[in-house]
């Protein structure tokens, strides 16, 4: 079947002023309402990266969905690779305009292992950054990590990393702590470098942060996951940057009013993993 719309020369009836000018009127034939179909091909070299590629005729705007069941990721573009970080059954939609009108499709996709990942920090190489004021108490036996206090003080550690653009990144850590005053332990990721004797500016990744509740009890647990602070709260340590760049991992402990608590607070286990 055939679909025509008619249109009117608005333009015309703008510019006239005289009774004897009428509008023109033209028909314009609509395509055939499409039908939906894409290819998804793993890489050879990969497979927790799947390329999907539109096969629908006469296409101009393309929305990809990806969800498990949990959650649900969107993309856009005739075809795109997908990232897979972890085994499972996934649905692949496809949602397709052309000027017949849009149409919709899906496949299942199956993962079969977790993407391989390699830790890029190196967890005896970490800097210490004077932060200017009382410094906070650091030591690093091994790669793992102790901030203590008697009182107010300020601190933290550094590393430089490189990244890859859109890629998959987790950062993590086992943080430890007997209860805390008024404190803080928090994690950076970002292109903003350290300079010694000034306190880190860079955007908070995630933190313990005894004002927004948590640290203040006895505690033992990944920060990614159970951090309460910053802006990868419910994140579980994933991140992508838009493009390939030079980054700083910070790790910043101290206090304002109170202690880290007796012991202070101990950091283990820190990862920054690159997915492959």
Partial sequence: MKHYIGTLAVSAMLACTIPACTPESSTKELGSVPTASFTATPLTTNPNRVVVNSTTK????????????????????????LHFSYAGEYIVQLTVFTNGGYATTSQKITIAKDAPKKDILNTTDWTILNTGGTQTTITNTNGTINFSNTGNTNGAIYQMVMVKGNTPYILSANVKGNGATN????MYCDTIAPV?????????????????GCGT???DYNIAEKGCDGKGVGQNGSMTF???????????????????????????????????
Avoid: C, R
């Fill in 196 to 212: 010694q004797g000034k306190d880190y500016g860079g955007t908070k990744y995630i933190a313990v942060n005894t004002w927004n």
């Fill in 183 to 186: 404190s803080w332990l928090e």
């Fill in 217 to 219: 009890i006895p505690f």
């Fill in 242 to 276: 838009p493009k390939s760049d030079t980054v700083w991992v910070v790790i910043k402990g101290g206090s304002s009013g109170g202690t880290l608590g007796t012991g202070g607070m101990t950091l283990s286990n820190i990862q920054f993993l690159e997915e492959q």
């Fill in 58 to 81: 006469g296409g101009f705007i393309w929305n990809w969905k990806v969800s498990n069941g949990e959650k649900s990721t969107t993309s856009s573009g005739e075809f795109d690779t």
